[in-house]
């Protein structure tokens, strides 16, 4: 849990995955589905961390949104095989 400056509460984990992927998934008012309940997740490297592409996963900015807990993890397997 962690806390903006308008006093604003979210959550956020961050991942490294064997292939060198790192995700960061967050939930806040913020976050793509957040006034919902539901995750967004951002893919980046150590060579791109304002967001990378994964072929057939994730957009041009590395974000997905609107994903109900089932689909992060599930997204989490997919990026986990992606070769970047």
Do not use: C
């Not at 292939?19 to 490297?45: A, K, L, P, W």
């Not at 993890?73 to 970047?84: E, N, R, S, V, Y």
């Amino acid at each position: 849990m962690y806390w903006f400056d308008t006093g604003d509460e979210g959550e956020q984990a961050v991942y490294r995955l064997p292939n060198g992927v790192y995700v960061s998934i967050v939930r806040h008012r913020f976050s793509y589905g957040g006034d919902r309940g539901q995750y967004e997740i951002m893919t980046f490297t150590d060579t791109s961390p304002n967001g990378v592409a994964v072929e057939g996963i994730t957009d041009g900015d590395g974000i997905i949104g609107f994903l109900e807990p089932r689909d992060v993890g599930l997204k989490l397997k997919q990026l986990a095989g992606a070769t970047l």
